[in-house]
């Protein structure tokens, strides 16, 4: 489904991934371990097109069929079905819950919105609430209920679970555990344990270099 090889991301002239290969098959749930700096957030934004120079190969399974995407502006790979979710959220904070759903919702924003409510229940409560009133927690799971919502066919996370209550650190592990049973595959950066606990693999950066836990 995505596939990294050799793959090297930089700064400007500072480079900070070496030679990262990997692969997350379908319905594979993979979580990316790591000190700060080590490079998690940088792989999962060279996914995207963000931020960072890439050399190297990202091939990609979508709808359309294979494709080498690394060449790819951001709104493509987006378009193209790569999910992410980003550690800040980039939430709009100002808007309710329901209007941060609908935002990001394709033709069937009813359908989706159902679908991605049933991942998350608690937000079924608060559609009417804005975005800056809900807890981290809640913020976050909005964040991947709103990206959930451009229907991808592989979900990236930055670090879901950083300073969240352990209950609703369970409420996301659920979520991303039904989502995988659906067959879509998850690769997350996240030092959480009971997160990674949940994981088929585990791989861990160390100074920009990917080795298996």
């Known amino acids: 489904m995505l596939e990294i090889v050799q793959l090297n991301a930089f700064y400007g002239q500072a480079q900070a991934l070496f030679g990262v290969s990997l692969r997350v098959e379908a319905g594979e749930f993979v979580v990316l371990q790591g000190l700060n700096g080590a490079g998690k957030s940088t792989l999962l934004k060279a996914l995207m097109g963000l931020e960072v120079r890439t050399e190297g190969r990202i091939g990609y399974q979508g709808a359309a069929g294979a494709a080498n995407i690394e060449r790819w502006a951001t709104h493509r790979r987006a378009r193209a079905g790569l999910g992410y979710v980003a550690e800040d959220r980039r939430l709009f904070t100002g808007l309710t819950v329901r209007e941060n759903l609908r935002i990001a919702a394709g033709r069937d924003a009813m359908a989706q919105e159902a679908r991605v409510l049933d991942l998350f229940p608690v937000l079924k409560t608060m559609l009417k609430r804005p975005a800056a009133l809900m807890s981290g927690g809640e913020q976050q799971m909005l964040a991947i209920a709103r ?4 229907s991808p066919r592989i979900l990236l996370l930055d670090e879901p679970c950083e ?3 352990p209950l609703l650190v369970e409420s996301i592990r659920n979520a991303l555990l039904a989502l995988k049973s659906s067959g879509m595959p998850i690769l997350v950066a996240e030092q959480n344990q009971l997160l990674a606990g949940s994981a088929d693999r ?10 298996d836990s």
């Open 147 to 150: 990206t959930l919502m451009t």
């Open 163 to 165: 300073g969240i209550a």
């Open 202 to 211: 585990r791989l861990v950066l160390v100074a920009g270099k990917v080795r």
